[in-house]
């Protein structure tokens, strides 16, 4: 039987912890959120689920930069393609393993582009990357 769709706010607060549950944990982008950032996921987690909400529900809720956190971030230490790319690949196995639908679909789709453009926008035009990225990431490339 497959997932239900995202449909709503309390969904996509599900989803939102479960994937940072598994990115605070994950050796390759878990220090920027745990030592870098140092995220407090309950403060944090109700303007993530604004952008969300915003992004798929078409709410309208989000009024902040998303950008800027990620750009102070990458000035304190640089983030790369493999970063992004291990992003959208814990993104898409969090939403794989809770819902299946087009806001789910969209929602994969979403954070590809995302992190296309944050890696654009912190290193520049060439994003192939010197480190090479996850497959995921590469495939964004592919098809932009």
Request: charged content about 25%; overall charge neutral; aromatic content about 10%.
């Given at each position: 039987?497959?997932?239900?769709?995202?449909?709503d706010?309390?969904d996509?607060?599900?989803?939102l912890?479960?994937?940072?549950?598994?990115?605070f944990a994950?050796?390759?982008?878990g220090p920027?959120?745990?030592?870098?950032?140092?995220?407090?996921?309950?403060?944090?987690?109700?303007h993530?689920?604004d952008?969300?909400?915003?992004?798929?529900?078409?709410?309208?809720?989000y009024?902040?930069?998303?950008?800027?956190?990620?750009l102070?971030?990458?000035?304190?230490r640089?983030l790369?393609?493999?970063?992004f790319?291990r992003?959208v690949?814990?993104?898409?196995a969090?939403?794989?393993?809770?819902?299946?639908?087009?806001?789910a679909?969209r929602?994969?789709?979403?954070g590809?582009?995302?992190?296309l453009?944050?890696?654009?926008r912190?290193?520049?035009?060439d994003?192939?990357?010197t480190?090479?990225?996850?497959?995921?990431?590469s495939a964004?490339?592919?098809r932009?």
């Amino acid at each position: 039987m497959p997932h239900p769709d995202i449909t709503d706010r309390a969904d996509l607060e599900r989803l939102l912890r479960r994937f940072y549950e598994v990115a605070f944990a994950d050796p390759l982008i878990g220090p920027y959120f745990t030592e870098i950032a140092r995220l407090d996921l309950e403060t944090h987690l109700p303007h993530i689920t604004d952008f969300w909400e915003s992004a798929l529900l078409r709410t309208g809720e989000y009024r902040r930069n998303a950008f800027s956190p990620h750009l102070g971030l990458h000035q304190r230490r640089p983030l790369t393609a493999a970063h992004f790319g291990r992003w959208v690949q814990l993104w898409q196995a969090a939403v794989d393993g809770l819902h299946t639908g087009p806001n789910a679909d969209r929602a994969k789709a979403q954070g590809e582009r995302i992190a296309l453009a944050m890696l654009r926008r912190t290193a520049g035009p060439d994003t192939t990357g010197t480190e090479g990225g996850f497959v995921p990431l590469s495939a964004v490339l592919l098809r932009s």
